[in-house]
């Protein structure tokens, strides 16, 4: 039986100014948690009335827990505090990523986990109780929501970047901060 909705997820944007980056990221992907640890820095580094950050998760098939570990996410996002909850979330799986991800996409001591047992994890490293958000029908068009939107602009892999509503292939996960700040002007 579903859980009784509560909570909307909170859309995952911070900064509030004219410079639009939408990030497309897929919470296991070595390279979306490199590229993840620098968005913050970049918005400190512009400045939130310069720049609006926009996240969205983009699941991947080939990351095997891949729609487990969005969902929980996204559940983290229909807490109180939901967007800071959701990014605590997103960076405790980067931190712990290994746990989170088959070795070589297929095989590995995740052979035997449940998404139960991934769930759990995640409520340990975070100190949040995901449970019942997980089961929200909210998060699942959250889920929906996140997918089309970047469909519709024809992301394919992850990360990927929009500057301004234009995918923007400039922006590479192994630049720096300063790189990514000078291709926002």
Not at 2 to 29: D, M, N, S, Y
Not at 105 to 124: I, K, Q, S
């Amino acid at each position: 039986m579903p859980a009784q909705e509560t909570h909307k997820p909170a859309e995952l944007i911070w900064g509030h100014g004219p410079k639009k980056l939408e990030v497309f990221l897929e919470p296991t992907c070595p390279f979306c948690v490199r590229a993840s640890r620098k968005l913050m820095p970049l918005l400190a580094h512009v400045g939130e009335e310069a720049m609006t950050l926009h996240i969205y998760l983009h699941s991947q098939p080939w990351h095997l827990f891949s729609g487990v570990v969005t969902r929980c996410i996204l559940a983290a996002a229909a807490l109180p505090e939901g967007r800071d909850k959701a990014w605590q979330t997103l960076r405790s799986v980067g931190d712990h990523r290994e746990e989170f991800e088959f070795a070589h996409h297929y095989e590995g001591a995740n052979m035997h986990t449940t998404p139960e047992e991934l769930l759990e994890r995640l409520e340990v490293y975070t100190r949040l109780n995901l449970a019942v958000p997980f089961r929200l029908a909210s998060v699942t068009e959250a889920i929906k929501a996140h997918t089309r939107y970047a469909r519709h602009n024809k992301i394919h892999v992850s990360p990927s970047f929009m500057l301004n509503g234009t995918l923007d292939e400039r922006f590479q996960s192994g630049q720096s901060v300063e790189e990514w700040a000078a291709l926002l002007k």
